[in-house]
């Protein structure tokens, strides 16, 4: 019983971790549009650059996701015993993670009708 507390607590965690780095990244992002508003010649538009900080958090969110079915592999093979089944836990969150955004690109149009609103 002690076993399955403990994967499916790795397994939430993996969840977290995904999260907690795409917020890290996409306050990152929220800093770098800031500055490129701020030094930019034209008047600031509140619904373009809010519109810009709504695609950051989805980009953030997803691309972590689909960095993490990279990484998380490679720190599953690179560490410690005890540490094992915290990074196979983050594949399997990221992997989760990746289909679900995958599925909806694919039902919203994909990149394609992305790039072409813009």
């Given at each position: 019983?002690?076993?399955l507390q403990e994967g499916f607590s790795a397994f939430i965690s993996g969840f977290a971790r995904v999260?907690?780095?795409s917020i890290v990244i996409w306050?990152?992002?929220l800093v770098v549009i800031l500055f490129k508003e701020m030094f930019h010649s034209r008047e600031l538009n509140l619904r373009d650059y809010l519109q810009k900080v709504w695609k950051m958090l989805l980009a953030s969110f997803e691309f972590t996701a689909y960095g993490a079915v990279v990484v998380g592999p490679?720190?599953?093979l690179r560490?410690?015993?005890e540490e094992?089944?915290?990074y196979g836990m983050l594949t399997v969150a990221a992997v989760i993670l990746s289909?679900?955004?995958l599925y909806i690109r694919?039902?919203?149009g994909g990149f394609k009708k992305a790039k072409q609103s813009e």
């Open positions: 019983m002690e076993a999260f907690l780095v306050m990152i992002g490679i720190l599953f560490a410690e015993e094992r089944l915290t289909i679900i955004y694919k039902q919203t």
